[in-house]
C-alpha cells in the first residue's frame, strides 16, 4: 500500500511534467506565431516587388519604340557624319588636284 506522502509526490511528480508539457505547447505556439509573421511579411513584400517589376516592365514596353528609333537616328547620324567625311576628303582631294594642276600649268613645278 502506498502512503498519502507517496501518493503526493507522485501526483506533484505528474503535475510538474504536465507543466512542462504545457510550457513546450506555448512555446510552440509562439514560434509557430513568429513564423507565420515573418512568412506574411515575406508574402507581403513579395507581393511589393512583383508590383514594381510589373511597372518597371511596363515602362520599358512603352519606352522600346522611342529606344529603338533612337538608336536608328544615332546611327543615321553617324552615317551622315561619315558622308560628310567622306565629302570633305574628297573636295581636299580635289583642291589639292587642282593646285598641282595651276602649278604645272603655270610652271611652278
Not at 502506498?2 to 507522485?10: D, N, V
Not at 511534467?17 to 509573421?37: C, G, S, Y
Not at 561619315?82 to 598641282?100: E, P, R, S, T
Amino acid at each position: 500500500m502506498t502512503t498519502e506522502s507517496e501518493t503526493q509526490r507522485s501526483l506533484g511528480r505528474l503535475e510538474g511534467k504536465l507543466d512542462m508539457i504545457l510550457a513546450d505547447q506555448e512555446q510552440a505556439r509562439f514560434a509557430r506565431q513568429h513564423q507565420m509573421e515573418k512568412s506574411e511579411a515575406i508574402e507581403r513584400r513579395l507581393d511589393a516587388t512583383d508590383q514594381k517589376l510589373s511597372s518597371v516592365t511596363d515602362r520599358f514596353n512603352e519606352a522600346a519604340p522611342i529606344i529603338s528609333d533612337i538608336k536608328r537616328w544615332k546611327e543615321r547620324f553617324i552615317g551622315a557624319q561619315m558622308l560628310i567625311a567622306g565629302v570633305f576628303v574628297a573636295i581636299g582631294g580635289g583642291i589639292a588636284l587642282l593646285w598641282k594642276w595651276l602649278a604645272v600649268k603655270v610652271g611652278m613645278q
